[in-house]
């Protein structure tokens, strides 16, 4: 089973950045597609963005060209750095191995002037 622990989120202005990271146990992270996904009060978690084994990207609509996901393997983490931010980014953020289904815990991204 892979654990995927989230960090980086915060409190940021419209406009601003954030860099989250997710760090994966288990020696699967390497050939796993991962996912970011989120979800805000009272909506659904919904995909953000993913990248393959080989490092290929997606993204949903609404963060292309703002957001990008990218991985070391080597440190088994990925991430998400998020720029252009805006109010409707306000989520609770989460990663997702798509070779074991695992979720993390999630790390709340607030922005807010």
């Known amino acids: 089973q892979v654990q995927l622990v989230e960090s980086g989120g915060g409190l940021v202005q419209p406009g601003g950045s954030l860099r989250l990271s997710c760090s994966a146990s288990?020696?699967?992270?390497?050939?796993?597609?991962m996912g970011w996904y989120r979800q805000a009060p009272g909506k659904q978690r919904e995909f953000v963005a993913s990248i393959n084994e080989l490092g290929r990207t997606g993204y949903a609509d609404s963060v292309k060209g703002r957001f990008t996901i990218s991985r070391d393997n080597a440190k088994n983490t990925v991430y998400l750095q998020m720029n252009s931010l805006n109010p409707e980014d306000t989520a609770t953020y989460y990663c997702k191995s798509f070779i074991t289904g695992s979720w993390g815990q999630g790390t709340q991204v607030t922005v807010s002037s």
């Open positions: 288990g020696s699967t992270f390497s050939i796993s597609a």
